[in-house]
């Protein structure tokens, strides 16, 4: 099983609807878990960090933490073209925020269609 | 606006040569930098931890003396990829952690010829 795992899509939804992003992860006891952006040929950019179960908010993105599922997701409202990029769920290796070592889900290709 | 730099940002070498790759905290100190390759169409994959001072601890499977990791400050840290072969050919990222986030670099883009 990996460590991380994530559908590598592509997930294709018209602007303007919600993307829902999955990722599940195999260690029990992570405590915090990262969503990364990475355009085309980039390096990727944090969009959002979660350490507690539920959701967290901002702006137009959302994190859901379940952790008795082992499950983080990502949702982002309102998809604009400008959100089509590969979406990577990490999670440090071990016991700790993200000063541990990263391990990185295979990602989500997210296509929004005009 | 970027907190982290790498530079060069593309490099094209012949085969047999050796490559530095710099990575730059900007405006803070990084005592931990992490190194990364990502190959086409898949995900990060770490390569090895470089810790300011010591020696770098490297991943299972990636060869520490074909990839030479220099940590020598506080706000850099070196990536030499020795005798570079076609296979070696991949994005290079690193990252640095300022308060509690790791930060990515731009990347290098390495092209073994």
């Known amino acids: 099983q990996k460590e991380v795992e994530q559908n590598s899509g592509p997930l294709s939804v018209p602007e303007g609807a919600i993307a829902s992003l999955n990722c599940t992860y195999s260690?029990?006891?992570?405590?915090?878990f990262f969503w990364y952006r990475q355009y085309s040929g980039k390096s990727p950019e944090l969009i959002m960090s979660?350490?507690?179960?539920g959701d967290k908010e901002d702006g137009r993105f959302t994190a859901q933490l379940n952790k008795a599922s082992q499950y983080v997701s990502l949702l982002i409202r309102d998809s604009q073209p400008s959100d089509s990029a590969t979406y990577l769920c990490?999670?440090?290796?071990?016991?700790?925020?993200?000063?541990?070592?990263?391990?990185f889900g295979t990602g989500t290709l997210l296509a929004v269609q005009p | 606006g970027a907190v982290v730099s790498q530079h060069p940002s593309r490099v094209i070498c012949k085969s047999g040569t050796s490559v530095k790759i710099e990575c730059r905290s900007l405006?803070?100190?990084?005592?931990?930098m992490f190194w990364y390759r990502q190959f086409p169409k898949q995900s990060l994959m770490l390569m090895a931890t470089?810790?300011?001072?010591?020696?770098?601890?490297?991943e299972q499977g990636v060869e520490k003396d074909k990839f030479l990791i220099n940590h020598a400050s506080l706000t850099l840290s070196t990536l030499t990829v020795t005798s570079a072969h076609p296979e070696d050919s991949s994005f290079y990222i690193c990252?640095?952690?300022?308060?509690?986030?790791?930060?990515f670099g731009p990347g290098t883009r390495l092209t073994v010829l």
């Open positions: 990490a999670v440090p290796r071990g016991y700790g925020g993200a000063t541990n070592k990263l391990i």
């Open positions: 979660i350490y507690s179960n």
């Open positions: 470089s810790n300011e001072g010591s020696k770098a601890t490297y």
């Open positions: 990252s640095a952690i300022r308060t509690d986030t790791q930060y």
């Open positions: 260690d029990r006891g992570s405590q915090s």
């Open positions: 405006d803070f100190q990084a005592t931990t």
